[in-house]
């Protein structure tokens, strides 16, 4: 049985730009791009036509902000992955990208080498840093002040034991799949146990989580994904 190629969409107003990330995306025959477009107004129009798996976006568009194309594209395909690619290496952009629901962030001059990594993490669901600025950008989360919810130490002390467990390592940067063979549960198991951590702390994402987790001592900001 043939697997179906994963399908790209790459958003960004260089075309040259554009060629050479087809260019390493060919490296890959299991993705296929699926089309492309310079500006935030056709790359939406190309998501809610194609509906892909992943969306390759540019921060800084003619028409808008990838930010806000982020926002865009998930409310008419909530299942495709946004992985941003962007000279810009600014902490901010960066801790905005991800609360705008992006999933990966790589920085343009690192996309060469960086991009499939990237690609293939987001797509097997895990979430992706560029390593020049990952520690940097879980610093900056860690210290936002919490905007609607603040969740306390109490909040914690009420989930189980192994939901704590789950969150220490979630929080750890460990993937589903990998937190499921850690602990020797299925990966759906981990799920349903993130589903209720995330319910039972008022928290919204990953992120915020891992901004959780910092605020109680419960990681090390200066080694995670050393």
Do not use: C
């Not at 935030?40 to 800084?60: I, N």
């Not at 806000?68 to 290496?89: G, Q």
């Not at 390593?131 to 936002?144: D, N, P, Q």
């Not at 989930?159 to 299925?186: C, H, P, W, Y």
Request: overall charge neutral.
């Amino acid at each position: 049985m043939v697997t179906p190629k994963k399908n790209i969409i790459i958003i960004d107003d260089h075309p040259l730009f554009r060629e050479g990330l087809k260019t390493i995306i060919k490296r890959n025959s299991t993705y296929e791009v699926a089309g492309e477009a310079g500006t935030g107004r056709q790359g939406l129009q190309l998501a809610k036509t194609l509906k892909p798996d992943l969306a390759l976006v540019d921060m800084s568009l003619p028409d808008q902000s990838g930010i806000e194309l982020t926002r865009d594209i998930l409310k008419i395909s909530p299942e495709t992955r946004i992985l941003i690619v962007s000279m810009h290496s600014k902490i901010d952009y960066i801790v905005k990208a991800f609360q705008a629901g992006a999933v990966g962030y790589v920085i343009k001059e690192s996309a060469a080498d960086m991009l499939l990594d990237g690609m293939d993490h987001v797509l097997k669901g895990d979430y992706f840093m560029d390593t020049s600025v990952s520690r940097e950008v879980v610093k900056k989360l860690a210290g936002l002040p919490a905007k609607e919810t603040v969740a306390s130490g109490s909040d914690y002390d009420a989930l189980t034991s192994r939901e704590q467990e789950v969150m220490a390592l979630l929080a750890e940067g460990l993937s589903v799949n990998q937190v499921s063979d850690k602990l020797f549960i299925s990966p759906k198991t981990v799920e349903n146990h993130r589903s209720n951590i995330m319910r039972k702390l008022g928290l919204h994402s990953t992120f915020e989580l891992i901004r959780y987790a910092a605020k109680l001592g419960l990681i090390d900001i200066d080694l995670w994904k050393e």
